[in-house]
């Protein structure tokens, strides 16, 4: 179905409770519906906003346009949770009927302030002429839920020598003082992000551009997100427009991070490369938090722009990551699935062999929802690893290369097909002796934790409801294998 401008930006006050309900029912017919992972109830969901912890819960918000699975009007969508894993809808947040969002409540995030939380847009507005005009705005939530959209943007224009791509602030706090960093465009159609300064979340200055070395690094850059973890800066970011180099950059847009402190005062930060954070197909957009204990917690949208989903002609589309625990080892950015989730383990089957170059299944290993943990070691086959969600027809491949030093995650014959433009397949080096795969799989998605966090695979996949196998293979050669999965409770 193409959906037309109007329909794109039909608000959800202007349909029929009895047509809401109808697509509630259509989605809930979907046999790809989730089963512990934050999804939309109707229609699409996007980018995760306002990660935060305010008033003893986590408030995550995510852009969600409710009345089919396309980028149409977008709001901000509430969800709270006391422990990371269990979730409660709470409802429109931010609901884009004014003039300084009349086209979209577009990504932002948010700060405790004043005993309130401050969650600060972008605002999208659209002229007779079908112009951007991009505003940053700011809404207050108290301590009863009560969420309060100031009248006027706190940002109310785009500085000279940038575009109307002008998105996505993300605030934080260094002494007295707030700042928040915007994706941008530069005139010339390169990626950027700006800075901004503000004493008190209302009054905020123009800094400048951030002073990096990938001036001519895309066209866009989306979602910027900046933070410490002891000491050590991260910038991550999500550019628009990269081509393809070796195994990097195949999906149809990219996340990654640089290391480097940003310095506020000069607007320079001396960084590493870019490196992409996830290896698999369907990342993007990710978000951090502080916890209150100091941990380092991030989610992504489990989707990409511009891509059709299978999902979609059932009125749905999109999920949100799991949430993961940042750390910096080494120099290298690891991400974990946050302990809390272990609280969701239900009935456990262990299993472990020798795998002398064959296919094998173990008793009680088989579902569409699970955790699994298998770890490969005294290897010396060209090639082992995992395939699950199997049947006569469909599997997922997740194996190491040992004679190239890859992991690689095959999805081509993993059920409905998607993306298959940006072809099949993702793989990145890793030299290894030792090979841990930590999977999450659920009814339609897979997120892979390759050795503690050292790589990260994230991928949706749509198998038929029948392909519940999982088998552990060797292929010219052996490997000792020790696997463990849980089912996971809701």
């Not at 302030?113 to 401050?118: A, H, I, K, V």
């Not at 700006?194 to 002073?211: Q, R």
């Amino acid at each position: 179905m193409e959906w037309t401008t109007k329909q794109r930006y039909t608000r959800i006050e202007e349909v029929t409770p009895q047509e809401l309900q109808a697509l509630e029912n259509q989605v809930n017919e979907s046999p790809w519906r989730q089963t512990f992972h934050i999804q939309p109830v109707t229609g699409l969901l996007n980018d995760p906003n306002g990660f935060s912890f305010y008033n003893g819960e986590y408030h995550l918000f995510y852009q969600w346009f409710p009345l089919g699975p396309v980028h149409g009007i977008k709001y901000w969508y509430h969800t709270k949770s006391k422990n990371l894993t269990s979730w409660e809808n709470v409802g429109i947040a931010i609901r884009p009927n004014d003039e300084i969002d009349s086209h979209g409540a577009y990504s932002g995030s948010a700060i405790e302030y004043n005993n309130e939380l401050y969650l600060m847009y972008t605002g999208n507005t659209r002229d007779e002429n079908w112009v951007r005009h991009p505003y940053q705005n700011m809404a207050v939530m108290d301590a009863d839920g009560a969420i309060t959209k100031w009248a006027n943007p706190v940002i109310n224009h785009v500085p000279s020598g940038y575009t109307d791509h002008f998105r996505d602030p993300k605030v934080w706090k260094e002494q007295d003082t707030f700042y928040a960093v915007i994706g941008a465009q530069r005139t010339d159609e390169t990626g950027c992000i700006v800075l901004y300064s503000s004493p008190n979340m209302k009054d905020w200055t123009f800094e400048g551009e951030v002073n990096t070395n990938m001036e001519t690094f895309g066209y866009m850059w989306e979602c910027p997100d900046y933070f410490t973890i002891n000491g050590q800066g991260i910038l991550v970011f999500s550019p628009q427009g990269l081509a393809p180099d070796g195994d990097k950059y195949h999906n149809i847009y990219q996340s990654g991070y640089c290391l480097g402190n940003l310095d506020v005062k000069t607007k320079t930060m001396t960084h590493s490369e870019f490196i992409e954070l996830d290896r698999g197909f369907d990342f993007y957009a990710p978000q951090s938090m502080e916890a209150p204990d100091g941990r380092r917690i991030m989610v992504g949208w489990m989707g990409l722009p511009e891509v059709d989903y299978p999902t979609d002609k059932h009125g749905w589309a999109h999920c949100l990551t799991l949430p993961r625990e940042i750390s910096i080892e080494k120099g290298k950015l690891m991400q974990r699935p946050v302990r809390e989730l272990e609280l969701k383990r239900g009935t456990k089957v262990e299993a472990e062999d020798v795998l002398k170059n064959e296919s094998k299944s173990f008793d009680g290993f088989y579902g569409s929802s699970f955790e699994l943990i298998a770890e490969f070691i005294n290897a010396d086959a060209d090639s082992f690893g995992i395939e699950f969600r199997v049947s006569e027809q469909e599997k997922t491949v997740l194996l190491y290369d040992a004679a190239q030093k890859k992991v690689v995650l095959d999805r081509s014959n993993s059920g409905a097909p998607v993306g298959t433009a940006f072809g099949t397949s993702r793989q990145c080096i890793l030299d290894a002796t030792k090979l841990k795969f930590h999977l999450f799989v659920d009814t339609s998605s897979v997120e892979i934790f390759v050795n503690d966090g050292e790589e990260v695979f994230t991928s949706r996949i749509f198998p038929d409801k029948e392909s519940i196998g999982i088998r552990f293979f060797a292929h010219s050669g052996q490997a000792s294998c020790k696997a463990v999965k849980w089912t996971i409770g809701g």
